[in-house]
Each structure stands twice: as structure tokens, then as C-alpha cells.
């Protein structure tokens, strides 16, 4: 246990010593690009900037126990006079203050010295003055916010304000409005989501969640599946983490007769040992075999989360090293889905920096599967890469390259069982805005062909219905968007309600008549635009509130 302890405290260390060196790379490019553009970075050296965005990398991300493993340079360093510095983790004005202390103090000769008398005297040699230059440029670039927890209380009241706000008054408003549309023909639903609850028990940087509408006590949900199985084909459960929620999925495998495709999203902590882990796949497996004689042939997609964050080495409170979601968890699902050639299993992963190369089946979460599943004996085989079908830019370097969007693998002595692997890019809602930026990838270079071009053809915002226990009817990628609740409606009424709302239809093709129109109504249009980080955010975004709802709903009549 002991040697558990120290190889996870290593592992874990390493890991924050290279997402620091991602960190201070890329922002090593911005500053220097903007150099490059703007001339010298007015009477700043850029290294303070470097050694500022480290200390402050450090107080987010490390743990005061463990700041000086994780500091990117040994004790024989030409900068090891700053050791002591981070090790401190001052304020960023103390950190400044000492700094040019030290370059006073020195009579050699060193470029760094002669830098910062330079800044001095183009401050006219006013130290107080140089002090305040240099923290103002930090924060121009700094990207980095030292009271998390304070803006996820924040992101928490506010998104608790939003989930009280739907189906308000605004938003009955807008529906009456959609009920007076005549009705359309109704052609089949892709896909009908079924949130069962809103709960999760990690707290993930990624996560676009910080608060969860509470659903407890909710109606027996056979009423829900029945009205589902009228309407689509296909379901996916989601939620969170519904690992004390599958006996509705098992229910819903027997009892929807016309379905055939039934996929579920875990992050894998119901695999805690080989047994619980065959015990689910029993389970799922016994459900379609207790279908009627004549349902629908149905085949079930597991969705793992998998990914730099869910299975993320960390430190607690108490500088301890451990994994959110353990790889070895993520193994034994692996080596279970194999047996089972009706359940197919899927890995579904955010975007990172190794997604530019094959490195990403050789490094990182992926490198780490391999090595837990080498361990049970078996050997990974990639049978086919995916690229996207755009290049997109690497977070570090900022070059456009493709990315690998998809893979199929196999266990060797289990050839014809592949295991999907699915990647996409990071939206920055939620606790993602608090994300270090050369963490993952996303989709600004495509936004902005969207804005200067149009819609494209082979894209979509996800608006299928989700439907949740509770009722309410929302859209797959805009929960805050309700179509009305079905305990007090009726399941029909809403539906057809969702097949005529104009608002969907807008903003499934990404119309930028949504953008047009809330322009001129709201002034904070370009804010937006500047944090977004991709088409998804962006659309999302201008469709926060009831009072923008009702009023693009109006304008689209």
C-alpha cells in the first residue's frame, strides 16, 4: 500500500509538473506573439509575466504540501533564486515586490538585471510606478482566477436562478405563443434523452454542472416510457452519475418494446471490483433477454466517460494523491464488454493536447488504460483513427492541425469485440470556464467561420428532447430551454409543441438571424462572442434567460 501511495504521489506530481510546462508554453506564445504585433510589451519584461502566471498556476492547481516537486526547475537552475519565491506562494504584488528586490540587490552582469533597469528607468526610476506597470500587464494576460471556489458559488447561485427561472412566467408566455402555431406533421425523433436525476458526486473541472435541479420523489417513470416508446427509436440515459439509478435503465430495456437502441452515460464508478462490474453487465444483458417475443431486436451502448479530467490525478485537502475515476475501473469495464456482443461499449473523451498525434494511444488516460489492461494480460490493438473533418488549433503551440476525433480498438484475443473511443471538444459553461485553456480544445476558429460565412450544412445544435423524471421536457444541449411539463400537461401536447417551436428550429441549424435579433436587443452580444468557445457556447449563451427566449420567439414568429 505504501508503495501504491508513493507511485500515485510521483505519478500525480509528474502530471502537474507537465500541465504547468503546457501552461507556461502557451502563454510564452501569446505574449510573444503579441510582442511581435504590438512591439515590446510596454516597459514589462516578459519573464515576470511567465514567473507570475506559474505562481499563480500553482496556487489554483497544486497543493502547498507538494509546490516545490511541482516547481519546473531544480535547485542548480539559473532561476532557482525563485524558489523560495513559489514556494512561499506570496500575493502577486509581494511576488513582484521581491523580484526587483533581487535584480536590485545584483552588481553582475545578467540580461535580466539589465532588463529591469531598463523598465526602471523608462518608469523614471520610480519603483512603485514599475511595480504597478508590471501587475496591470499581468493582468491583461492572466487567464488564471485565485478565488475558484468563490466563482463556482457564483456559477452555483447563478445557475440555480436560471433552472428556477424555466417554465416561469416568461416562458409560459412563450409557449402559449408556440401553441397558437398550427401544427406540423411529425416525423420521427432521432432520439429522446431520459434524465432519471440530476445528481453526480464528483465535481469535475469540465463539468458544465454546478448546480442540479433537485428531482426526489419523483412519479413512477412507467407512464414516461410508455409515451417515449411511441415516439422514437432510440434513448440515452443521462443525468450525472446514475450508477444507483439502473434499475430504471433495466426496466427501460425490458418495457420498451419498439426501441432498439438503448445507450446509457457512466463515468464508471459502479466498477469498484471484477465482481460489481460483471454484476452490470449481467444485469443488462438479462434485460434484453426478458424483452417480449415481439420487441423491436435491440442492441445497448454504454457510454464511459473517459477523459484527462474524469480520470484525473489529483491531491485532497490533505495533499493525499488519488484518481477521481480510477483507470483500473475504466479496465475492468473493458475486459467485462468484450463477453457481452450485445452491449457495445463506448469511451467518450474530451479533446487535449495529445489528440494531435498518435501519441494520444500512447500517453495520457489512454496510455494509462493500456498499461492497467497489459496488467490483466491483455494487449490493445488501434484497428481505425478518425480524424475530424476540420483542423483545429493546438492549445499550446496554437498551430491549426487535424485532431483524432474517433478510434475503434480491440483486446487482441478478443478480435472481433471493438471498443469504440469518441472525442470531442470542450465548451467553457460551468466549471469548464475555470479551466486553464491549455488543457483542452475547442472551437473558436470554427465559430468564427460560422460568423463570417453562415451556418454549415453538416453540423447541428443537439435540440432532441430530453425528457426528465420530474416532467419537464427540455433540449439535449440547452437543459435551460423547456417545452412544458408533461405530469401536468400531457406527454403528446408537449411533444408537439417541441415539433413546432420556431426557436428549436433556429437554433438546431445555428441561424444567425438568433444572433441579428439579440443584438439589438442586448448589449452584450461581442462579450459573448469573446468568451465563447465554440458555436455550441454561443448559442447556448443567448438563450439563457426567459426574457431573451420570449423575445427571439417573438421575433421568429
Known amino acids: 500500500m505504501a508503495i501504491h501511495k508513493k507511485n500515485m504521489l510521483d505519478t500525480t506530481l509528474t502530471d502537474h509538473q507537465n500541465r504547468l510546462k503546457n501552461s507556461v508554453n502557451r502563454l510564452t506564445r ?77 552588481k553582475n552582469q545578467d540580461s535580466r538585471r539589465e532588463r529591469i533597469l531598463w523598465s526602471l528607468s523608462a518608469c523614471n526610476a520610480d519603483r512603485d510606478l514599475l511595480s504597478n506597470e508590471i501587475n496591470a500587464t499581468w493582468q491583461r494576460f492572466n487567464t488564471l482566477t485565485n478565488d475558484k471556489q468563490q466563482r463556482i458559488r457564483l456559477i452555483q447561485k447563478r445557475q ?59 412519479p413512477d417513470p412507467g407512464p414516461l416510457f410508455e ?54 453487465f449481467q444485469k443488462l444483458d438479462r434485460a434484453l433477454n426478458q ?33 477521481r475515476i480510477p483507470v483500473e475501473n475504466i479496465a475492468r469495464i473493458v475486459n467485462q464488454a468484450v463477453h457481452f456482443s450485445r452491449i457495445r461499449l463506448s469511451l467518450i473523451h474530451k479533446q487535449n493536447p495529445l489528440n494531435f498525434s498518435n501519441d494520444l494511444f500512447k500517453k495520457g488516460v ?9 496488467k490483466k494480460g491483455h494487449t490493445v490493438k488501434v484497428l481505425q483513427i478518425v480524424p475530424s473533418h476540420r483542423p483545429k488549433k493546438h492549445p499550446i503551440t496554437g498551430v491549426n492541425a487535424p485532431v483524432i476525433r474517433e478510434a475503434v480498438f480491440v483486446l487482441e ?22 479551466v486553464d485553456e491549455s488543457d483542452y480544445v475547442n472551437e473558436r476558429d470554427y465559430l468564427q467561420t460560422i460568423l463570417n460565412h453562415g451556418p454549415p450544412a453538416d453540423d447541428a445544435f443537439d435540440t432532441d428532447p430530453m425528457v426528465w423524471f420530474n416532467g419537464r421536457i ?44 439579440y443584438g ?26 426567459p426574457e431573451a427566449r420570449l423575445a427571439l420567439t417573438k421575433a421568429l414568429l
Request: glycine share 4%.
Open 520 to 545: 439589438t436587443l442586448y448589449d452584450d452580444l461581442d462579450q459573448i462572442k469573446a468568451r465563447a468557445t465554440g458555436p455550441h457556447y454561443l448559442f447556448h449563451q443567448i438563450t439563457k434567460t
Open 227 to 280: 409515451a417515449v416508446n411511441k415516439h422514437t427509436r432510440a434513448t440515452l440515459f443521462t443525468g450525472g452519475d446514475l450508477t444507483p439509478h439502473l434499475n430504471h435503465f433495466y426496466r427501460a430495456i425490458r418495457q420498451m418494446d419498439q426501441l432498439g437502441q438503448f445507450a446509457i452515460l457512466l463515468n464508471g464508478s459502479f466498477a469498484e471490483s471484477d465482481k460489481a462490474t460483471e454484476r452490470v
Open 160 to 218: 440555480k436562478q436560471e433552472d428556477q427561472d424555466t417554465l416561469g412566467s416568461l416562458d409560459q408566455q412563450r409557449l402559449a405563443l408556440i401553441d397558437q402555431l398550427p401544427d406540423i406533421h411529425h416525423k420521427p425523433i432521432t432520439k429522446i434523452g431520459l434524465i432519471p436525476v440530476m445528481s453526480c458526486p464528483e465535481s469535475c473541472p469540465h463539468c458544465m454542472f454546478v448546480w442540479r435541479t433537485p428531482m426526489k420523489q419523483t
Open 474 to 517: 427540455t433540449l439535449f444541449s440547452a437543459i435551460h430551454i423547456a417545452l412544458g411539463d408533461v405530469l401536468q400537461e400531457g406527454f403528446d401536447a408537449v411533444i408537439n409543441r417541441w415539433h413546432k417551436d420556431p426557436l428549436r428550429h433556429a437554433l438546431e441549424r445555428f441561424d444567425p438571424v438568433l444572433l441579428k435579433t
Open 366 to 374: 489512454f496510455g494509462r488504460l493500456a498499461e492497467a489492461l497489459g
Open 30 to 106: 501569446i505574449i510573444q506573439s503579441h510582442a511581435n504585433e504590438n512591439g515590446y510589451i510596454n516597459t514589462v519584461p516578459q519573464e515576470i509575466l511567465i514567473y507570475l502566471h506559474t505562481l499563480n498556476w500553482l496556487r489554483v492547481h497544486g497543493h502547498p504540501d507538494h509546490v516545490v516537486k511541482m516547481i519546473p526547475f531544480g535547485a542548480n537552475s539559473p532561476h532557482a533564486y525563485l524558489m523560495p519565491l513559489f514556494s512561499a506562494l506570496p500575493s502577486d504584488s509581494d511576488f513582484i515586490r521581491r523580484y526587483l528586490d533581487h535584480w536590485f540587490s545584483q
Open 413 to 434: 484475443h478478443q478480435p472481433n469485440r471493438p471498443v469504440h473511443f469518441m472525442s470531442s471538444t470542450l465548451d467553457a459553461y460551468g466549471r469548464a470556464a475555470l
Open 291 to 323: 424483452r417480449p417475443a415481439n420487441a423491436v431486436p435491440a442492441q445497448i451502448t454504454v457510454q464511459i466517460s473517459f477523459d484527462e479530467f474524469h480520470q484525473q490525478r489529483i491531491f485532497n485537502r490533505h495533499g493525499e494523491a488519488y484518481e
